[in-house]
């Protein structure tokens, strides 16, 4: 069961850290605001992931539960 | 054999008078008959064998939501969303300021039928004929459930459900992200139906006549009839009620015909998709037919466009109007709708550059999806069509400069005035 990254655009305030700490799914906008193209944490990205959870100041990014993202479709 | 058949329209519209005024109790009742005493099952069937879905844009099936609702397990709130802040429709403002009973008809029904302890109406602060209307039907009313009239501010996003839901429970009126979504929690922290002015209308009548007879007007798969707001290039701009599956022919020849050859159609309102007019014979008013070219009814609101405006100056602004009208929340679309829009106002006056077709779809791609709300996501729809539709207008921009009239679309305020 994988895990999810969700922005909350409106607490989002374009700090731009998750960008430079998971490259590797978070890319930014023109206007340094973070774009996810593939939300799902492939394995092995999981705490790489959750740091860059940790480290937003604002809380904005969301790592979630697949089966809950699901429901929110 | 004698015709016992009466005409099958209008119905929502049935008994309205050129006078202006509201339609009295009596008259309401004499028209519809009076209110039906129908069981909550009863009403849910009704209205869900009558295939009805939601006329506020999203087009959700309306049982479906009633369903959901009336099994929570705390006592949930019904509100009539009559913000109508599309600039373009007035079917809602027509239904509640001269057509009151029929709408709340719908809601006190709706209301004992989900175990909702009261109904809230809420309105744009200038729909002074709204307010009147409902102030005078409720004051000659004796309904089970208390029914309130809130005004809330006008602003485009104002009238998104959620930022409906934000205002009554006193924070700024703008969009909240999701989820929760209303029917889980909503106003006051209580489970939640927002339901539109029409569905409820609508909702009125399948209570008192029942599925078979709703089922009489429209396709299979669009029962019914639908109200449409016709504005633009006609000679009678005004609401009409139609038949899902007539054609956008008919609809215009209700509206009492162009006044000049048409160049485009703007179908769903401002977050809907333009339509180029060669391609309007034939497509009817149903779903499916309107998806096969790209669009959706919205709220039931139809543009139409002649031959003598500039579909590419008439775009740019609705599109700037709709960046204007950002809750200003999400910074997506704050700075993206706001750079699509500067550059698309250099495409209309001559002065693109040879990648500011290319930037304008690259960030219209980045802004997709990223609000709270679905605010940038029309606002792109609504562009895509754009583009695609007056591409040969795009491109005489870049030879010579645009000399056509504006078209005076309708346009309402776009800011709800809050941060950014």
């Known amino acids: 069961m994988s895990d999810v990254l969700r922005v909350n655009p409106i607490t989002c305030e374009g700090h731009g850290l998750c960008a430079e700490l998971l490259p590797e799914l978070i890319r930014l906008d023109d206007w340094g605001y973070p774009i996810i193209d593939q939300p799902d944490v492939p394995p092995g990205l999981e705490r790489l992931a959750r740091r860059a959870a940790d480290a937003c100041p604002t809380l904005a990014l969301l790592l979630e539960r697949r089966e809950r993202a699901a429901d929110r479709r | 054999v004698i015709s016992t058949a009466r005409p099958l329209l209008p119905r929502l519209l049935a008994g309205l008078d050129a006078s202006g005024d509201p339609m009295t109790l009596a008259d309401h009742e004499r028209v519809h008959g009076p209110m039906p005493s129908i069981g909550a099952e009863e009403l849910v069937d009704a209205v869900e064998h ?90 000659v009313r004796d309904d089970r459930v208390p029914v309130g009239v809130v ?13 409906v839901i934000a205002h009554l429970n006193g924070s700024a009126p703008v969009p909240t992200f999701v989820p929760p979504r209303p029917y889980e929690r909503g106003y006051r922290g209580r489970p939640t139906l927002v339901q539109n002015p029409e569905t409820l209308a609508q909702i009125a009548l399948v209570a008192r006549r029942g599925p078979i007879w709703y089922r009489e007007l429209g396709t299979e798969a669009d029962p019914g009839s639908v109200l449409m ?10 609401v009409y009620e139609l038949a899902f599956g007539s054609s956008l022919a008919s609809l215009l020849g209700a509206a009492g015909g162009p006044t000049e050859p048409l160049r485009a159609l703007l179908i769903g309102g401002y977050f809907g998709t333009w339509v180029d007019a060669e391609r309007i014979t034939g497509i009817r008013l149903a779903r499916r037919e309107l998806q096969s070219v790209g669009c959706s009814l919205g709220a039931g609101v139809l543009i139409a466009l002649g031959e003598s405006a500039c579909g590419l100056h008439e775009s740019v602004r609705i599109f700037s ?70 591409a040969e207008e795009i491109a005489d921009h870049h030879r010579s400069r645009c000399r056509a009239a504006s078209a005076s679309l309708p346009f309402g305020r776009a800011t709800a005035g809050v941060r950014r």
């Open chain 2, 229 to 238: 707001t016709v504005s633009g290039a006609v000679r009678e701009p005004g």
């Open chain 2, 151 to 163: 005004a809330g501010p006008e602003g485009y996003v104002t009238g998104e459900e959620t930022a």
């Open chain 2, 321 to 390: 109007y709709l960046a204007a009208a950002s809750a200003g929340q999400c910074g997506p679309c704050v700075y993206g709708l706001e750079a699509i829009s500067d550059e698309l106002m250099r495409v209309a006056d001559g002065a693109a550059t040879r990648d500011s077709l290319e930037r304008i779809r690259r960030w219209s791609g980045d802004v997709r999806g990223r609000g709270a709300c679905h605010h940038p996501d029309g606002a792109v729809r609504f562009l895509d069509s754009a583009l695609r539709v007056f």
């Open chain 2, 50 to 139: 009558s295939g009805l879905r939601g006329r506020g844009g999203a087009d959700f099936p309306t049982a479906v939501k009633l369903r959901s609702v009336a099994a929570s397990r705390r006592r949930p709130t019904l509100i009539v969303n009559g913000s109508e802040t599309e600039p373009a429709s007035a079917k809602d403002r027509l239904l509640l300021s001269r057509l009151p009973h029929l709408v709340l008809d719908g809601a006190v029904l709706v209301a004992s039928t989900i175990g909702a302890r009261e109904v809230l109406v809420h309105l744009g602060e200038r729909a002074i004929t709204s307010h009147a209307g409902l102030a005078g039907a409720l004051a």
